[in-house]
């Protein structure tokens, strides 16, 4: 089981803004190891969406966000469109595990 | 642009073994890591171990060490991952994915296409 807690799924309209959280604990995001983010599309690889906490690689559209705190991380979507919709991994270091570690996992529906 | 190339998809019986490989090209092979990623149909993405075959310096994660084995061979740019007896539990699709460092920071910035994995009788 993943040490790295999301919620199965969000959801929002088109154009509104919705958040992603990233729940971890003091031997992974706690322990001040950075963020990452991958999106996964339907029937996609998936792929880097943001590296170290909040930067964006390049072509990843700046309606991609992301933060951290504590033990918590998140990522916002602003401005939410149809090409939106797929799933969200979470992704950090653990120094329990002495290994990397993903998120469960978050599926965003566009209604 | 960088590239890791997948071997194709697998279909074998329990019990059998199996090697698939990545490819990688478009960059200096040697001085990057290259880890493996498994995700079973309709699940998550789980790390399972990496390697730097500039000196085949080799991690597993826990859930994987003993079940899996990660090699490489820098004369062709090629990095393995094989299994010595199958189980049905192993049908999955597996990506490899290169890391990349952003200070003390390590992420996956390039993703193979990924090899789909069929274990059955």
């Known amino acids: 089981q993943s040490v790295l807690t999301q919620p199965p799924s969000v959801s929002g309209a088109p154009g509104q803004r919705v958040t992603i959280s990233c729940s971890g604990s003091s031997s992974n995001i706690g322990a001040r190891y950075d963020v990452h983010w991958y999106q996964q599309l339907p029937g996609a690889v998936p792929k880097l969406l943001i590296y170290g906490n909040n930067n964006r690689p390049s072509g990843v559209p700046d309606r991609f966000s992301g933060s951290k705190s504590g033990t918590s991380a998140s990522l916002a979507i602003t401005g939410l469109q149809a090409e939106d919709e797929a799933d969200y991994y979470c992704q950090s270091y653990d120094s329990g595990l002495s290994g990397y570690v993903f998120g469960t996992g978050t599926r965003v529906t566009v209604l | 642009e960088v590239q890791l190339v997948q071997s194709g998809a697998e279909v074998r019986k329990p019990g059998e073994s199996l090697k698939i490989s990545c490819k990688g090209s478009r960059y200096s092979f040697t001085t990057y890591w290259i880890g493996w990623v498994r995700q079973m149909p309709g699940k998550g993405l789980e790390w399972m171990g990496m390697?730097?075959?500039?000196?085949?310096?080799?991690r597993y994660s826990p859930s994987f060490e003993g079940q899996v084995t990660i090699s490489a061979d820098k004369s062709i740019s090629t990095t393995y991952l094989q299994w010595s007896s199958l189980k049905a539990s192993d049908s999955a699709m597996y990506y490899c994915?290169?890391?990349?460092?952003?200070?003390?920071?390590?992420?996956?910035?390039?993703w193979g296409q990924g090899t789909r994995v069929t274990v059955s009788s």
């Open positions: 994915v290169r890391l990349s460092r952003d200070g003390s920071s390590w992420y996956f910035d390039y």
């Open positions: 390697i730097y075959p500039g000196d085949s310096d080799t």
